[in-house]
C-alpha cells in the first residue's frame, strides 16, 4: 500500500507562488492517475489537477496559473501553484490510483492559506 506525503503548503499573498509536493512510497511509473484535490472550509473535495494516463485536466478555476507534474523516477508528485488567490484557501490532498478500478489513494493533506 502507498503512502503519500505532502509539503509546501503555507501563507501567501493574494498574488504570491507555492509548489505542493508529493512524495510516493511506491512507483508512480505507469500509473492510471495522479493528481491534487483540495477541500475548503464547508466545501467538498474537488479535483484542482489530474494526469490521467497521459492526459492532463485542471479546473477552470485554475487553469494557466496552476500546473501539474510529476518526477517517476523521484515517485514525485508537484503542483505549482502561482497568481494565488484568497479563494484558493484549502487544505490540499495528493492522490493516487494505480488502475482504472483501483483504490484511491491519499495523503494527509496540506494547508494552503492565502491573503487578501
Known amino acids: 500500500q502507498v503512502q503519500l506525503v505532502e509539503s509546501g503548503g503555507g501563507l501567501v499573498q493574494s498574488g504570491g507562488s507555492l509548489r505542493l509536493s508529493c512524495a510516493a512510497s511506491?512507483?508512480?511509473?505507469?500509473?492510471?492517475?495522479v493528481g491534487w484535490y483540495r477541500q475548503a472550509p464547508g466545501n467538498q473535495r474537488a479535483l484542482v489537477a489530474v494526469?490521467?494516463?497521459?492526459?492532463?485536466t485542471y479546473a477552470d478555476s485554475v487553469k494557466g496559473r496552476f500546473t501539474i507534474s510529476r518526477d517517476n523516477a523521484k515517485r514525485m508528485v508537484y503542483l505549482q501553484m502561482t497568481s494565488l488567490k484568497p479563494e484558493d484557501t484549502a487544505v490540499y490532498y495528493c492522490?493516487?490510483?494505480?488502475?482504472?478500478?483501483?483504490?484511491?489513494?491519499w495523503g494527509q493533506g496540506t494547508q494552503v492559506t492565502v491573503s487578501s
Open positions: 492522490n493516487i490510483r494505480y488502475s482504472i478500478q483501483g483504490d484511491d489513494y
Open positions: 511506491g512507483s508512480i511509473f505507469n500509473i492510471f492517475r
Open positions: 494526469i490521467t494516463r497521459d492526459t492532463t
